[in-house]
């Protein structure tokens, strides 16, 4: 047992592992330099695709403005133009003047006389009048009118004018109770004229039925039984 002790007592438990410092300083900094080129290099390529985002939007803008209005913006003189903000329109639309005609369409014809609903601001053609409203209240319409897609901030004194004339349209006169009670008396005059018709079309009714009752029967026949005809005695 001594001997066992002795040699337990003789192994080195002190061993520990050792790292190079300098080796895994240097791997670090090696690794900090490669993330930086790569966040550098990813940063530049987002750069890039906002750019050419960027002039790919323009040229789009720019071909819808020039097949629009027929002039480029880049090529427009002069500074740019403040449009008016959105107003409701002062007319009805017509929609149905032409519904139930019949038309000869030819390719030769204007655009003003081929089928479809014309508008006279954008010179173009609309097949159906869904789709008229929602050009006539687009932004391309509204543009070659001179007007933005924004609407006028109201003021405090035009609301309440507004609800001044609400209230005008609502009550256009003041309202008594003779003119109620005229009114009720109106109405009890039509329903009695309404009740002295339906009895009267009945009347009418149980006549013509007595009458055909009558005509069915044989003056012979009746002669020969006693009675002159089948007719109630009520009158």
Same mark, same amino acid.
């Given at each position: 047992m001594?001997?066992?002790?002795?040699?337990?007592g003789g192994?080195?438990?002190t %061993?520990?592992r050792?790292?190079?410092?300098e080796?895994?300083?240097e791997?670090?900094?090696?690794r900090?330099?490669?993330?930086?080129?790569e966040?550098r290099f990813?940063?530049?390529?987002?750069?890039?695709n906002? $750019?050419l %985002?960027f002039?790919i939007?323009?040229?789009?803008?720019e071909?819808e403005e020039?097949?629009?209005?027929?002039? !480029?913006l880049?090529?427009a003189?002069g500074?740019p133009?403040?449009?008016k903000?959105?107003?409701?329109?002062?007319?009805?639309v017509?929609? #149905?003047s032409?519904?139930g005609k019949?038309?000869?369409?030819t390719? $030769?014809a204007?655009?003003?006389?081929?089928?479809g609903?014309?508008?006279?601001?954008?010179?173009?053609?609309?097949?159906d !009048?869904?789709n008229?409203l929602?050009?006539?209240?687009?932004?391309?319409?509204q543009r070659?009118?001179g007007? !933005?897609?924004?609407?006028?901030?109201? !003021?405090?004194?035009?609301?309440q004018d507004?609800?001044?004339?609400?209230?005008?349209?609502?009550v256009?006169?003041?309202?008594?109770e003779?003119d109620?009670?005229e009114?009720?008396?109106?109405?009890?005059?039509?329903e009695?004229?309404?009740k002295?018709?339906?009895? #009267?079309?009945?009347? #009418?009714?149980k006549k013509?039925?007595?009458?055909e009752?009558?005509?069915?029967?044989d003056p012979?026949v009746?002669s020969?039984?006693g009675f002159?005809?089948?007719?109630?005695s009520?009158k």
């Open positions: 001594a001997q066992s002790s002795n040699n337990a192994v080195d438990n %061993f520990r050792k790292f190079n410092r080796e895994y300083l791997r670090a900094r090696e900090e330099e490669q993330e930086d080129e966040g990813k940063s530049k390529c987002k750069l890039i906002l $750019i %985002f002039f939007f323009v040229y789009v803008y071909l020039l097949k629009f209005t027929g002039v !480029s880049c090529a003189k500074p133009v403040q449009r903000p959105l107003k409701h329109r002062d007319f009805e017509d929609l #149905e032409r519904l019949t038309q000869v369409v390719p $030769i204007p655009l003003s006389q081929q089928a609903y014309y508008c006279g601001v954008c010179k173009c053609v609309v097949k !009048s869904a008229y929602d050009h006539i209240n687009g932004k391309k319409h070659a009118l007007m !933005s897609m924004r609407v006028e901030r109201a !003021s405090l004194q035009q609301v507004r609800f001044e004339n609400l209230k005008k349209r609502k256009p006169g003041t309202f008594t003779q109620l009670d009114r009720i008396l109106k109405q009890q005059q039509e009695e004229e309404r002295r018709q339906r009895r #009267e079309r009945k009347k #009418e009714k013509e039925k007595v009458v009752e009558e005509t069915e029967v012979d009746a020969m039984m002159g005809g089948f007719g109630t009520k």
